[in-house]
């Protein structure tokens, strides 16, 4: 990889993600992980892989029904200078529009090994249940 190259790619990582007459939303990269949407009687499970991120700077939150999942990641390049890099390195974000069918209330979340494992329980009143017959 050529000098001006490696220039181009350093200043290329730190120009704002949207630019123009818009409100640029954030300064680097961001990524939007993958996840795996798993589905029980009763819940949803979300399942991103993360990696880099800390327990600390994980930020998840519900606003107008919409989920929001991000997180900033260190950038190695502020303890070594890169000589040749495949990888980006940026934060995440993913959001989900949740229905009425979801129990916000009772969403949990739990992120170990750079695995975010979200719990999104379905209300009460959606559950599949039996209903027993009375012998009259």
Not at 89 to 116: H, M, P, W
Not at 121 to 133: F, G, H, Y
């Amino acid at each position: 990889m050529t000098e001006n190259e490696k220039k181009e790619l350093t200043q290329r990582d730190k120009e704002p993600i949207a630019k123009g007459a818009g409100e640029p939303t954030r300064a680097g990269l961001v990524y939007s992980p993958a996840v795996d949407i798993l589905r029980t009687d009763d819940a949803l499970t979300l399942v991103a892989d993360l990696p880099g991120v800390k327990k600390a700077d994980l930020e998840i939150g519900i606003e107008d029904g919409v989920l929001t999942i991000s997180a900033p990641v260190a950038d190695v390049e502020a303890r070594h200078k890169p000589v040749y890099r495949e990888y980006g390195v940026g934060g995440y974000v993913r959001r989900f529009t949740l229905s009425d069918k979801i129990d916000q209330a009772r969403i949990s979340a739990e992120l170990e090994n750079g695995v975010l494992t979200v719990t999104l329980p379905k209300a009460e009143r959606l559950k599949p249940r039996k209903i027993e017959v009375a012998a009259g």
